[in-house]
């Protein structure tokens, strides 16, 4: 069975990460997509919170497992025995952080740990979870960007009366 690991810190998920959970969830038999638990970074989701937005968004995709993880990557990925990690690419300037990232997985891992990348599609390539909270914060519109229970919780955490 081959696997993949989908990790990111999905503050919250979007549509571009769900169109990328979809994608890899039809490639590889099996996609782990877990959560970072950072405590360096203040999310505005708590982790519980962000696995149940996730859980929920996927629920009708038997393939897909959601869990959360603290510490390196590499540590995580070699307890659960998985050497494939799914990125998303938006845009040339995500490449570098991206690269480096997957060098330097690679390296912590022995070289056994490899990087695939999925081509955000196009009409979500210019979203991001910081640009949903933005829009949320001052009571946009998110019907194209995050599914509507998740846009609920987010109007809902800005004091936004929707
Ligand atoms: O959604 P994000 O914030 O772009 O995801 C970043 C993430 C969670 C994939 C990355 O920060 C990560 O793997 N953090 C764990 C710490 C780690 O392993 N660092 C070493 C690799 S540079």
Known sequence: ????IYPGTFDPMTYGHL???????NI???????????KEKTPLFSVDERVNILKE????????KIESFGGLLSDYCKEKNIYVVVRGLRA??????????SQMNRKLSDNKLDTVYFNTSL???YLSSSS???????????TDFV??????KLYSLYGQNK
């Open 1 to 4: 069975m081959k696997s993949a």
């Open 19 to 25: 169109d990328i959970i979809k994608r890899a969830a």
């Open 28 to 38: 590889f038999d099996e996609v782990v997509v877990s959560v970072l638990d950072n």
């Open 57 to 64: 968004a996927t629920k009708e995709l038997p393939n897909v």
């Open 92 to 101: 040339v300037t995500d490449f570098e952080y991206e690269l480096q990232m």
């Open 123 to 125: 009409k979500y390539s």
């Open 132 to 142: 949903v909270k933005q829009i949320a914060q001052f009571g946009g519109d998110l």
């Open 147 to 152: 599914p509507e229970f998740v846009a609920l």
